[in-house]
């Protein structure tokens, strides 16, 4: 009876032990998985912070544009562990989505035409080259679908999934894929996906959280490189206007042509950097002197590079001939031809001749030109007829453009104005005038040409509260000794 006693109690202890040595088996399985998982979190921790940290160092180098997007694609794949991936971002348009980076083992994320589906069969590059090339709209297939959702999907069997139409399904293979949006704020920026085989790798819950976060560090970083890039481009343009507005400045007169018996001043204020007015003066073989007044409808680029076809054109053709209507004849047949259909150009070209003073002048549609007589004390309005260039290519121009000859005398002041004096505006949208002109230029004539050019600006500056208009403002003025 011990004896069986003994025996149970010794089978007992085994089967305890035996118990106790499975349970500690078991808990040391679990630490160590707990162990591996907590590494495996760690490890991709660890990588998301080098992805983080090589995006941050990009953009703050300023690298390009493509480099960046291979890097977010690359990085993803490197952190998700997965083989493939595709970055598409949003087209200018708001319509498309382009492919900016495709990685070389990613499968089609869109749908495939018949030709390159076969094509792609036997051919490789030519599947790569499609896919890297083709926009997908963004209301349409898989990627539009998760750019419209805007949330992240976890796809475990990509050639099942009923968004993608067309053929070359079986070029996906096992494949199980995570998408997500990329947007910043109010932003939406494009969709990035990473790719693997289902024998190379299955997402895992945890990952499906690790790649959200991806995408949204993602989509941060990238509209901070798409502003870093706006901001150089703008930067790079506006140092380039800057050039181009000190080649304006060069082209104008520098200083008044000396011509006896006659005082000069002439000003040109670009309401922007670069500016559609533009004044000179043209010393002419016999000793006259045109003087040219004209301004480019529009503004900016366009408008400054007609200004200086403009003066390049009117310095040729003014010594062809001494008539003020055949020189604007002459630059309106040039230019016609190179000037767009919604642009045309006002113009005013006078010829003074220094022996006996007399002057003549063909207006081309521009403002008016005023005379204050000393005698009087009078503001006069010079009335001529005239087409603006680039309206016609000629036969009308020339038929209503004429030449109008007319005298000053001692005291007498000639202002040549573009419309950005007299259509300047205020506050309350009212417009500074021919009657605000009249006054200012009665009361500023008697003190010289360079006063009624400072005094009339400073009128117009007054009378807008400070706020430039936005329109260019040139002034020409003559007056006789």
């Given at each position: ?77 490197r ?32 749908a ?41 999907e ?18 996906r293979g ?44 993602s ?7 798409m ?154 309005t ?25 005298q ?20 309350q ?13 009665t ?39």
């Open positions: 009876m011990n004896t069986l006693l003994i025996v149970i109690l010794c089978l007992a202890l085994v089967a305890v032990i035996t118990l106790l040595v499975r349970v500690s088996m078991q808990k040391n399985e679990a630490i160590d998985r707990l162990l591996k998982e907590e590494q495996a979190i760690v490890e991709e921790e660890r990588r998301m912070f080098c992805y983080l940290h090589d995006l941050g160092e990009a953009i703050a180098r300023e690298d390009s544009q493509s480099a960046v997007y291979r890097l977010i694609v690359e990085g993803a794949m952190v998700m562990e997965s083989e493939g991936g595709a970055l598409y971002l949003l087209d200018n348009a708001g319509r498309s989505l382009v492919p900016r980076y495709h990685s070389d083992q990613c499968v089609p994320l869109v495939l035409p018949e030709r390159i589906a076969s094509m792609a069969r036997s051919n490789r590059p030519s599947l790569l080259s499609f896919l890297r090339l083709h926009a997908v709209n963004v209301s349409e297939g898989l990627l539009g679908g998760i750019f419209q959702t805007q949330k992240v976890v796809i475990n069997r990509l050639k099942e999934d009923t968004r993608l139409t067309g053929h070359g399904a079986d070029l096992e494949t199980t894929v995570m998408i997500g949006p990329l947007s910043s704020g109010t932003r939406q920026l494009g969709v990035l996906a990473v790719t693997s085989t289902a024998e190379g790798r299955v997402f895992t819950p945890n990952d499906y959280e690790v790649f959200r976060s991806l995408v949204e560090q989509a941060f970083a990238l509209a901070n490189a502003a870093h890039q706006e901001a150089a481009e703008k930067k790079q343009i506006e140092i380039e206007l800057r050039s181009a507005s000190d080649i304006q400045r060069i082209l104008l007169p520098a200083q008044p042509p000396g011509i006896s018996g006659l005082t000069i001043a002439g000003k040109n204020i670009p309401a922007r950097v670069l500016s559609g007015d533009y004044f000179d003066y043209i010393p002419l073989e016999d000793g006259s002197l045109g003087v040219v007044i004209a301004d480019v409808s529009g503004k900016g680029t366009a408008a400054a590079i007609i200004t200086a076809m403009c003066r390049s054109a009117m310095r040729f053709s003014a010594q062809m001939t001494n008539v003020p209507s055949a020189t604007l004849a002459a630059v309106n047949r040039q230019l016609y031809p190179d000037i767009r259909e919604d642009m045309f150009i006002t113009m005013i070209y006078l010829i003074v001749s220094p022996h006996d003073g007399r002057m003549r002048l063909a207006r081309a549609g521009h403002t008016r030109p005023l005379i204050w007589r000393k005698k009087t004390g009078m503001v006069e010079l009335n001529s007829g005239g087409l603006a260039v680039g309206i016609d290519k000629g036969n009308v121009f020339e038929r209503v453009t004429k030449d109008l000859d007319f000053l005398d001692h005291g007498d002041t000639l202002l040549l104005y573009t419309d950005g004096v007299n259509e300047a505006t205020d506050a949208g009212e417009e500074f005038g021919e009657q605000r002109l009249h006054t200012t230029l009361r500023l004539a008697p003190q010289g040409p360079q006063s009624v050019v400072d005094g009339l600006i400073q009128e117009v500056d007054n009378f807008c509260g400070g706020r430039r208009g936005h329109d260019d403002i040139t002034l020409v003025v003559i007056q006789k000794n």
